[in-house]
Nanobody
Framework: VQLQASGGGLVQTGDSQRLSCAAS????????TGWFRQAPGKERELVSV????????YYSDSVKGRFTISRDNAKNMVYLQMNSLKPEDTAVYFC???????????????WGQGTQVTVSS
């Protein structure tokens, strides 16, 4: 599976932004997909996860109520809708996939390149 994240950019505090993760490979729909982020000087952080069939989702406390993860398996896409953005959301965002929905696991099999999100105050 190959993954490509896109949709990042520069926004202002309070704005919304949608990230997309495009996947190649016929087995994509069988994987759980996670969004991670990494800010300069900080460890990579798990932001959100969605199960293969969208039945289960997970959000970190820092984004709960502001971010929404979704997927369209017919299009091999996963999205992260980010609302009410804050400067502390500034980071490089990555998508990744794994077999099985494990809400807090950091062990993912395939990773995409990151997309930079910058939220100005």
């Amino acid at each position: 599976v190959q993954l490509q994240a896109s949709g990042g950019g520069l926004v202002q505090t309070g704005d919304s932004q949608r990230l997309s993760c495009a996947a190649s490979g016929r087995t994509f729909s069988t994987y759980a997909t996670g969004w991670f982020r990494q800010a300069p000087g900080k460890e990579r952080e798990l932001v959100s996860v969605i199960s293969w069939g969208s039945a289960s989702t997970y959000y970190s406390d820092s984004v709960k109520g502001r971010f929404t993860i979704s997927r369209d398996n017919a299009k091999n896409m996963v999205y992260l809708q980010m609302n009410s953005l804050k400067p502390e959301d500034t980071a490089v965002y990555f998508c990744a996939v794994r077999i099985g929905f494990r809400p807090t696991s950091l062990n993912y099999t395939y990773w995409g390149q990151g997309t930079q999100v910058t939220v100005s105050s």
